[in-house]
């Protein structure tokens, strides 16, 4: 090969090494999804599942890519396009619809997050009834570990402050909270019992978890959204790069090419 192509190798190279690294942070959160016994993984193992999948493609596909790149075979470099052009159509397709989908996804997920703190100590598949609209409880989540993971793990209380706990099931016409809205022993120096007496307030979180939770989605949802569509700008050159190369080799014999000695047919 020229000496002008090496630089579109190295470009290729680079682009299946952040391939590598992408696959291996999915497959990392992946096992912890699998390892960590919390509310969060009580969605099922389907999202884990899919994660080591996709880690799994994303490292396969790196590997046949830098064969393709480095020794120019022409079938890596084939299944390596076909790889590309998935990944592409993929990446796309999750930019488009997270771009055009983000105050439906916001709303749903307020909804969701404001039906598990109706359904907060409610036992088995029992529904909640809150202004003539009926509550159901979603398979695979236990609305109670939910919430007092997310109270302790975002140091909050309530929806939007404290005082939303006298208006749920659990908490109606009642002066305390879930213990999960207490601040730590440490912290207090003070046993907690999730009293709302003016003289217990200190030993508790006062703040909502809604505000947290929506900076926390709002910055994932947008680093996911912008990462995807840097990525398919990337992976399309990728494309664009790998067209080039068989263009250049499709004329030359197998096994051999004076220009590129070193390079074979797979």
Same mark, same amino acid.
């Given at each position: 090969?020229? =000496? ?9 190279? *680079?682009?299946?090494? %952040? ?23 009580? =969605? ?5 599942? *899919? &994660?080591?999948?996709? @880690? ?9 890519? +830098?064969?393709? @790149? ?5 079938? +890596?470099?084939? %299944? ?6 998935? =990944? ?55 609305? /109670?570990?939910?919430?007092?993971? *997310? ?5 909050? +209380? ?23 809205? +207490? ?9 907690? /019992? ?30 996911? /959204? ?10 399309? &050159?990728?494309?664009?790069?790998? =067209?080039?190369? %068989? ?16 390079? /074979?047919?797979?």
């Amino acid at each position: 090969m020229g =000496v002008c192509m090496a630089p579109f190798k190295c470009v290729l190279v *680079i682009l299946n090494v %952040l391939f590598w690294f992408a696959g291996a942070f999915m497959l990392y959160v992946g096992i912890k999804f699998i390892q960590d016994d919390n509310g969060y993984n009580q =969605v099922g193992g389907r999202p884990a599942v *899919i &994660l080591l999948c996709s @880690a799994s493609v994303l490292i396969v596909g790196g590997i046949i890519g +830098c064969v393709g @790149a480095i020794w120019e075979k022409k079938t +890596c470099l084939g %299944l390596f396009l076909v790889f590309l052009a998935s =990944v592409l159509i993929v990446q796309v397709a999750v930019s488009s619809l997270m771009f055009t989908n983000k105050k439906s996804m916001k709303s749903n997920f307020d909804d969701f997050l404001s039906d598990q703190f109706y359904l907060y100590g409610a036992s088995g598949n029992a529904t909640v009834v809150v202004n003539n609209k009926t509550i159901n409880p979603v398979e695979g989540i236990n609305a /109670t570990e939910f919430i007092d993971n *997310i109270q302790t793990g975002v140091q909050c +209380c309530g929806l939007h402050n404290y005082t939303d706990w006298a208006t749920f099931p659990w908490g109606e016409n009642k002066t305390v909270v879930p213990v999960s809205c +207490c601040k730590p022993q440490s912290e207090t120096n003070s046993t907690c /019992t999730g009293s709302t007496a003016a003289k217990d307030l200190h030993l508790i979180y006062q703040t909502g978890c809604e505000s947290g939770l929506n900076e926390a989605f709002y910055w994932f949802f947008d680093f996911l /959204t912008w990462t995807a569509l840097g990525l398919a700008i990337l992976t399309f &050159l990728g494309c664009c790069i790998v =067209v080039g190369l %068989l263009c250049y080799h499709r004329n030359q014999p197998i096994g051999y090419s004076h220009i590129s000695p070193g390079y /074979t047919e797979a």
